[in-house]
């Protein structure tokens, strides 16, 4: 689906452990790691807001989420 403000919907699945993060980013079948520390963190903010996902979903398990 496509909105001709937002551009097509995307979807954002991330994988949480202790050091890192896994990234997915649907449709357009983008995958990276990042590591968790803030400044890591921050540059995957970046990254991801100007896709305007639709939604973002973490996988919770190990206490890490």
């Known amino acids: 689906m496509m909105d001709s403000k937002t551009g097509?919907?995307?979807y954002v699945g991330i994988d949480v452990a202790k050091a890192h993060v896994t990234v997915?980013?649907?449709?357009?079948?983008?995958?990276?790691?990042?590591?968790?520390?803030?400044?890591?963190l921050a540059k995957l903010l970046a990254r991801?807001?100007?896709?305007?996902?639709?939604?973002?979903?973490?996988?919770?398990?190990g206490g890490y989420e």
């Open 24 to 40: 997915h980013v649907w449709p357009e079948a983008i995958s990276f790691t990042c590591k968790t520390d803030p400044q890591d």
């Open 48 to 61: 991801l807001h100007p896709l305007r996902p639709s939604q973002i979903v973490l996988e919770a398990t």
């Open 8 to 10: 097509p919907e995307r």
